[in-house]
């Protein structure tokens, strides 16, 4: 069982940064693959950034460029450092981890971009 829980949500205007930070508990954290997904008001969650367990990283076309996610394995955290935010990034802000078929999922931050 993994418990993961967020925080770094917030308002921030446009053009902004935000740092989200991922804690997780309970597992080998190294073996799972980390990700930030979102969920913007009537939409469905989409996959913002990932990291492997190798480190490999992986974005979403819409963020490549201002998002940078990164792992710290000892700590047991995943960031999400978010820079040059526009409104569209507002949304819920979930971190997900991986391995095999098995996900686990926090509760979510909010993260609103005024314009």
């Known amino acids: 069982q993994v418990h993961l829980v967020e925080s770094g949500g917030g308002l921030v205007q446009a053009g902004g940064s935000l740092r989200l930070s991922c804690a997780a508990s309970?597992?080998?954290?190294?073996?799972?693959?980390m990700g930030w997904y979102r969920q913007a008001p009537g939409k469905e969650r989409e996959l913002v950034a990932r990291?492997?367990?190798?480190?490999?990283?992986n974005y979403a076309d819409s963020v490549k460029g201002r998002f940078t996610i990164s792992r710290d394995n000892a700590k047991k955290t995943v960031s999400l450092q978010m820079n040059s935010l526009k409104p569209e990034d507002t949304a819920v802000y979930y971190c997900?981890?991986?391995?095999?078929?098995?996900?686990?999922w926090g509760e979510g931050t909010l993260v609103t971009v005024s314009s």
């Open positions: 990291v492997s367990s190798s480190g490999t990283t």
């Open positions: 309970g597992t080998i954290f190294s073996i799972y693959a």
């Open positions: 997900n981890a991986q391995i095999s078929a098995t996900a686990y």
